[in-house]
């Protein structure tokens, strides 16, 4: 009998088996603060930190030369960077449910606040004090809002962006309106608007639009709402009150939305969704726009082959108590508490947030964040690679900037919007009713939400 | 010795047996561990969630029955509930009749009848979110071709993705749009209703659409219950669409019910209340099946009896 050496099912099948009951044994386990590892292998460990960011194509190149640099002025630390294209946060939130989180998270500054809340982020407070970085978080409410929760630093500002007022100046010259100046006011603004909208051949010309490309939303409508210095929340973080039916909030509302929309000053929800109609394709005579937008304006990224005759100006001055009031915007790097290598975290958070990441930042496109790197380091560069002169502006909104809103976790509404407050801007869109009767309508749903957010507070406590 | 040669083979068989089917187990093992992982598992943890406050990020808390609680006194769920219901019972009736129809054409003897029947399934094999992207520009108020072709019959445009009455309207002609499969189905039923039947009604003097009532209805009842559980089920989970072309807008006119699940879920960090929302979905959804199939019996006819 020949004893053939085959291999059978038998084995076959339970090789199998011990193989994959090996590997899952191997890659389950449990990490030394009692945290349930699952299927991914341990970087932290092995000396490499890694660092979530932004999914647009310029994070992507402002990360890598980030890295580049940070491991060539150091060999203590590495790390990598995860770059989550498309629902940022959902992934964010997956890799925190998983125990696995970035070292380095970003976030945008009205975001991370529900992480705070659950304690899975560290707070940066003894490490700036420490190394003495106070200067890098500006003495300012909105910085303050941004980067802390509950009396704690949690973020550190890296890049930002301020609305400001985009004017097209060949729109302006055609009906012979002058151009803002950074006194202007809200009246002087409503009369505007009418004057800037014409006909030309077959080309409509809008003289406003909520935002470029879109109808904007709670936080783009602050600047207006609150020019005179009445804000639609008792206060900023956590509010208890709505206070959403002030004449301020309303008349901004009744004209940039209602008035407009109605006798087709600005581009209506269906122009702006399948007609290719805003600023950047220069049928919009004012828009107000943050500092990302300026790609779509100049340069090889121009929506338009030849760009837009542009420039910036603050959002309008109040008519009784004039405050710029726009919205600032901060984002940046907060860190996670399970990071197994807090040192080299810190160490790149320190990093990006020196002179030199902010250069790196800026000249990846994005606005710095704090005003003094906005002037001295951003403009210069964003001036030139966009064609515009008035970079003051952004800086000057970005230190007289207002946060529209902070919340903790489980609030359905925060400075994006969410509900009910999507609700009320796609009622003041349909522009078939007065501004006042729809914050009327929905000024208790509003409010329900703010009492069913203590209300579960309470509960949990 | 007679009882051990006579047990010998069955238990030499009852081996072989036993072999088979740890083979069987074997083989089946990634199917069956990855139902009891990625489907028993979390449906089994989501009964669990029910009764907890879990914001994803810290440790879930117990809360009793505080979630049912909130979901009673939610009017937004409530509202939600309004919308699928809109959906799925106007929509489901015209999805089954668009699709008996093209069905019913598509049985006919024609030329190129294959390359239609393909024609007309292709839509289902669409992504939603590329349909989606094709649906927002033909429901554009102002460029969209479905407010152009209803200019040409003097109809003024309709606001369908903005207005909150129009909103569901627009979902439910676009979900027309992916009956496809529905029409498979049919078709497979139409295929089996013998000609003979049809026959011997057309020499009673049966007409069209007399044999289509009496003969082709109650032959295909069965493949019409099929569809129209699974089309009730379908409608009851409608997201991406919603998600993507209206999220949820215009004021809450298309927050279906799944939509509200993964927002409660995933935006506001309310694991345990979405868990529950979504335990009253599947009871919801084994309600009206059951419904269906106990009063299917007045109207399904089943050739081999029931």
Not at chain 1, 170 to 190: H, K, L, N, Q
Not at chain 1, 260 to 283: D, E, H, M, Y
Not at chain 2, 241 to 262: C, D, E, H, K, S
Request: proline share 5%.
């Amino acid at each position: 009998m020949v004893n053939r050496r085959t291999t059978s099912r038998r084995n076959v099948l339970r090789s199998a088996g011990a193989l994959a009951a090996a590997s899952a044994a191997s890659a389950c386990g449990v990490l030394p603060d009692g945290t349930k590892r699952a299927f991914v292998p341990d970087v932290s460990a092995a000396g490499e930190i890694r660092l979530s960011v932004w999914g647009d194509v310029s994070d992507a190149a402002i990360y890598e030369e980030v890295l580049d640099t940070w491991h060539r002025r150091q060999n203590k630390y590495r790390a990598r960077a995860e770059q989550y294209t498309g629902n940022y946060y959902d992934k964010v939130l997956a890799n925190f449910a998983g125990s696995i989180p970035a070292d380095v998270i970003y976030f945008q500054g009205w975001h991370f606040q529900p992480y705070a809340e659950s304690n899975v982020l560290q707070p940066l407070d003894e490490f700036i004090e420490r190394d003495g970085l106070q200067a890098r978080w500006p003495k300012l409410p909105t910085f303050r809002d941004y980067t802390q929760w509950r009396g704690r630093t949690y973020m550190a500002p890296v890049d930002g962006g301020s609305i400001v007022m985009l004017y097209n100046k060949d729109i302006f010259d055609e009906r012979g309106v002058p151009y803002p100046s950074p006194d202007w006011t809200w009246d002087d603004f409503v009369e505007m608007v009418p004057k800037l909208t014409f006909k030309k051949g077959a080309t409509k010309y809008y003289g406003f639009a909520q935002a470029g490309g879109w109808l904007g939303g709670y936080g783009r409508a602050v600047g207006f709402m609150r020019r005179n210095g009445h804000v639609e929340w008792d206060r900023i973080v956590e509010p208890t009150e709505q206070r959403w039916q002030h004449e301020d909030v309303v008349s901004a509302l009744q004209f940039t939305l209602v008035d407009c929309l109605r006798n087709r000053w600005a581009p209506g929800p269906s122009a702006v969704a399948g007609g290719g109609i805003s600023f950047a394709t220069g049928k919009v005579a004012l828009t107000p726009e943050g500092p990302w937008y300026l790609p779509n304006l100049h340069g090889p990224l121009a929506t338009t082959k030849a760009g837009i005759n542009y420039d910036v100006v603050g959002l309008p001055l109040g008519e009784r108590n004039p405050v710029r009031n726009s919205w600032s915007l901060v984002h940046g790097h907060v860190m996670s508490a399970q990071s197994k290598n807090k040192e080299a975290a810190w160490d790149l958070i320190k990093f990006i947030t020196s002179d030199e990441g902010q250069e790196i930042v800026a000249r990846g496109g994005r606005m710095c964040a704090t005003p003094a790197n906005i002037k001295n380091i951003w403009a210069p560069i964003a001036g030139k690679a966009f064609n515009f002169s008035h970079t003051d502006a952004f800086a000057d909104s970005q230190a007289g900037g207002v946060v529209p809103m902070i919340m903790g976790q489980g609030s359905p509404i925060s400075a994006d919007g969410g509900e009910p407050l999507d609700s009320v801007w796609t009622a003041l869109e349909l522009a078939d009713r007065t501004a006042e009767q729809i914050l009327a309508e929905y000024g208790p749903g509003v409010q329900a939400v703010l009492d069913d957010y203590w209300a579960s507070r309470a509960r949990s406590n | 010795m007679v009882t051990a040669a006579a047990g010998a083979p069955s238990e030499a068989r009852r081996s072989r047996w036993r072999q088979r089917q740890a083979q069987g187990i074997l083989f089946g093992s990634p199917l069956i561990l990855g139902i009891i992982l990625f489907w028993l598992g979390p449906m089994l943890y989501s009964i669990y969630l029910i009764t907890q406050d879990w914001n994803l990020i810290s440790e879930p808390a117990f809360v009793g029955l505080d979630n049912i609680r909130d979901a009673l006194n939610d009017t937004a769920l409530w509202s939600s509930l309004r919308a699928t219901a809109y959906y799925t019972f106007v929509g489901v009736p015209l999805q089954l009749i668009v699709a008996l129809a093209l069905a019913l054409l598509l049985n006919q003897k024609m030329v190129g009848r294959s390359v239609y029947r393909l024609v007309f399934y292709l839509p289902a094999m669409m992504p939603v979110v590329a349909s989606a992207v094709v649906f927002n520009q033909i429901f554009n108020t102002e460029f969209g071709i479905l407010n152009h072709i209803l200019g040409v019959f003097g109809i003024a445009p309709v606001n369908w993705l903005f207005a909150p009455h129009w909103a569901v309207p627009a979902l439910i002609l676009m979900s027309l749009w992916f009956t496809g499969p529905q029409m498979i189905i049919f078709l497979a039923g139409l295929q089996g209703v013998p000609k003979q039947l049809t026959e011997a009604a057309s020499i009673d003097g049966a007409g069209v659409f007399q044999r289509f009532r009496h003969v082709t209805v109650p032959m295909i009842s069965p493949t019409i219950l099929f569809n129209m559980i699974v089309s009730i089920i379908g409608s009851f989970q409608v997201f991406a669409q919603a998600l993507i072309m209206t999220n949820g807008g215009p004021q809450g006119a298309t927050r279906f019910l799944v939509l509200y699940i993964y927002q409660n879920g995933f935006e506001y960090f309310k694991m345990g209340y979405a868990a529950t929302l979504s335990w009253f979905l599947f009871l919801i959804v084994v309600v009206f099946t059951a419904m269906q199939l106990l009063v299917s019996r007045r109207w399904v006819y089943y050739e081999g009896g029931w």
